[in-house]
């Protein structure tokens, strides 16, 4: 592979135009086709082989006309103190806003407040349910407004009035701190290259590569149903992951010129060595976000397989275009221990006049003549991080973990106050009795049971279809929709619907938002573990390849395994126990998104894999050419530590920018990537790792040689690009040494 690359290395550098216009070319074409491409529909959300979702299949079919899956509206109208909302002036006021809510084009229907006993005991809350013909996400704008509109006016008139339900559902904003992240990743990027044309074309290639890859995503979000949520996190690994692969090509660029090679030399061998490492570590992250697929929930497999063509696309940017860039740059692009005039005036730094050793072979010699409290404090250290995890609540996000300020939690609040907490969160119980030979009497003996059940506020009577067969009940449960009361209460009702089928014949499915939230944690706890066998499992038969050793990928695994726990571990301390959740913008806490474990497992071994490939990848090179195991790992370090360091840097800013999202679920998602990446980088990878292998040895790099004849050579350390003077140079190295 190196001598592949290595050639590819070298005709983008030669035909540098030639790759630029193809890049820019592509870039275009993306482009128009976002341009032109139609608005993105409904993203639908469905979780195959779970009974909520059955039920609301089984809605769709025997209730046509329902809109099962049209945008809801609930306008929530509180009275003035000392006053009630059945006084004539207040009822007057509501009854104006529900006639001027049914004129719209999109509204299937408006319950009257009065009408619908939807006022609560005491007087003060009434509210009105709107419901539309489209979802939330085809919602028009002008809906919206009206809804908003009708709103304020009765605000006008002296009510406190606030909307919930999705109809007010848009596209979360990421904020300013998404550009700051890229600020100081450029910032890093200048103090690492000590140039600012070198630190510029890891962010140019990087935001080309992103900007292909959300393009296509836009382009094509009608055709293939992505939702918001897909390019936003496209943005977020595309960039962590071009910046550091640009990064680690540009930094052995100059490592090469530093040797005394000429420049197409230099960056045929910096793309047949780094590019190697580039190619496999880029494939590790492509596997973990492929693997989501497990999940079997189509929404969260577009999510992956759309971040994962974004990967791709920035490893290909990195073994063609900064080639060909570095071959427009010249000699404004320096040897490494050299800085622009701008920065320092082309000179080599004091460090290396003086051959001083740098801080990364420092750091591993120390670690190497004490690797035993090293490895011991970095286990102890994320251990206490983990500890957190152990008291994990999945849930989904609903407007109860909105921000206060937000007219969406305070109608959600006024309704728990009037109604009580469980109104937010009603179940639907769907009583299919096709096969029953009483469907009215299996009706009834559905209610009668749910109502003797405990944690039940209310049970609506049953309201069958047109054909009879079927009928729903809605039940308001005593307690909050993401308690573990109400789970309990889901499992009660599905376990009397067993007993009720035996008896009547009659099925009995629970559904609604609750019901789903519930099934959706379920089948991702499910799922975890053959997600893990077969991600951890792919990726460590492709690190066998790489670095042709058991011990190092199976450290490898362990060692994300521990940084991923400890990432879980801060995310429960701030977003589910409130741990400087002012400081994180976290307005309210609540349980941790059901979808948070898998995909920080995905993303964070993808990312993890990439630190392991280029940090040991160097050691493992330095090895083969004769040094001793400890010497090779300070080797390593003094080549890789400084860029390592700068990649971890750049991609915590890159994912920490996402914080500000007004989304909570791409604001915990930026936390805890950016976590778990300061884990496994500075912890895991700068220390243990390092430790680990002092203490195993030659016995790290132990290839049964049955194994060792079988596995195909990759070539990762670019041994076949060495010189018969290269070896010269090296064995007179080594003599000396």
């Known amino acids: 592979m190196a001598t592949f690359l290595y050639k590819l290395g070298r005709l983008a550098f030669r035909r540098r135009h030639f790759v630029a216009l193809i890049w820019v070319a592509l870039l275009t074409l993306a482009g128009v086709g976002a341009a032109s ?110 809804l908003e509109e009708a709103a304020q006016e009765a605000r006008e008139a002296g009510l406190t009035v606030e909307v919930g339900g999705d109809a007010l559902q848009t596209t979360p904003e990421t904020g300013s701190t998404e550009i700051i992240g890229i600020a100081i990743a450029a910032v890093v990027l200048v103090i690492t290259f000590g140039s600012l044309l070198a630190a510029g074309l890891p962010l140019l290639t990087a935001i080309i590569g992103v900007g292909i890859g959300v393009a296509t995503i836009t382009a094509l979000a009608s055709t293939l149903d992505l939702g918001s949520t897909t390019s936003t996190l496209a943005t977020m690994i595309g960039l962590a992951v071009g910046i550091d692969y640009a990064l680690f090509i540009v930094s052995r660029y100059r490592a090469e010129l530093a040797e005394g090679r000429e420049r ?162 009603p179940l639907m119980i769907v009583v299919d009795a096709k096969s029953s030979d009483d469907a009215e009497g299996a009706f009834g003996e559905v209610a009668d049971e749910i109502k003797g059940l405990e944690n039940v506020v209310t049970v609506t009577p049953p309201a069958p279809n047109k054909a009879g067969d079927t009928a729903t009940i809605t039940v308001i449960p005593d307690s909050k929709p993401s308690s573990v009361t109400t789970e309990e209460l889901v499992h009660s009702i599905r376990d009397a619907g067993t007993g009720i089928k035996a008896d009547t014949n009659a099925e009995v499915l629970v559904t609604g938002a609750t019901a789903m939230n519930i099934d959706v944690s379920q089948k991702l706890n499910d799922a975890l573990v053959p997600y893990l066998i077969l991600v951890v499992g792919l990726a460590f ?72 490939v280029f940090l040991v990848t160097r050691m493992r090179e330095a090895y083969v050419h004769g040094e001793k195991p400890s010497q090779a790992v300070v080797t390593g370090f003094r080549h890789g530590a400084r860029v390592v360091t700068a990649a971890a840097v750049i991609m915590m800013a890159v994912f920490a920018g996402f914080i500000g999202s007004s989304e909570a679920m791409v604001k915990m998602i930026g936390f805890g990537l950016a976590i778990a990446v300061f884990f496994d980088a500075f912890v895991v990878r700068m220390a243990i790792v390092p430790a680990v292998l002092a203490l195993l040895g030659k016995k790290a790099w132990w290839l049964p040689k049955w194994l060792d004849r079988a596995l195909p050579d990759v070539d990762v350390e670019g041994e076949g690009l060495r010189t018969k003077t290269d070896r010269d140079d090296e064995d007179r190295e080594l003599v000396h040494a």
């Open 264 to 425: 197409e030399e230099a960056a045929g061998r910096a793309v047949g060595t780094a590019g190697s490492a580039v190619v496999f570590a880029g494939l590790t992250v492509v596997i973990a976000l492929v693997g989501l697929a497990v999940v079997n929930i189509p929404m969260l497999t577009k999510m992956g397989v759309a971040a994962a063509g974004t990967v791709g696309i920035a490893v290909l940017i990195a073994l063609t275009m900064i080639p060909a860039l570095l071959g427009y740059a010249g000699r404004k692009v320096r040897p490494a221990g050299e800085k622009s005039k701008l920065l320092g005036g082309g000179r080599a730094s004091a460090a290396r006049k003086q051959g001083r050793p740098n801080m990364g072979t420092r750091w591993a010699s120390f670690v190497v003549r004490r690797p035993v409290a090293v490895l011991l404090l970095g286990v102890l250290g994320l251990g206490a991080a983990a500890v957190p995890a152990t008291s994990l609540e999945l849930g989904l996000p609903d407007d109860g973990s909105q921000p206060t300020s937000t007219t969406q939690r305070r109608a959600y609040d006024l309704l728990s106050d009037g109604f009580g907490p469980g109104f937010n969160g």
């Open 541 to 612: 038969l492709l690190l066998i390849v790489v670095f042709r050793s058991i011990l190092v990928p199976l450290k490898a695994a362990l060692g994300f395994l521990l940084s991923v726990m400890a990432a879980l571990g801060a995310v429960v301390a701030v977003f589910q126990w409130g741990w400087f959740a002012g400081l994180m913008g976290v307005e309210e806490t609540g349980p941790v998104m059901s979808m948070m474990p898998i995909f920080m497992v995905g993303v964070v071994f993808g990312l993890a894999m990439d630190y392991e």
């Open 37 to 146: 491409a139609p608005t993105a529909g409904t993203t639908s959300f469905s979780i195959p082989g779970t009974e909520a979702q059955k039920a609301f299949d089984l809605l769709e079919e025997r209730f046509p006309g329902m809109s099962a899956d049209g945008a809801t509206a609930r306008v929530v109208f509180k009275a003035p103190a000392g006053e009630k909302m059945t006084d004539a002036g207040n009822k007057a006021t509501v009854e104006e806003t529900v006639r001027e809510l049914s004129d719209g084009s999109e509204v299937a229907a408006v319950a009257d407040p009065y009408a619908a006993k939807a006022v609560s005991k005491d007087g003060a809350i009434a509210y009105a349910q709107v419901t539309y013909k489209v979802s939330g996400m085809e919602l028009a704008d002008s809906s919206r407004e009206a």
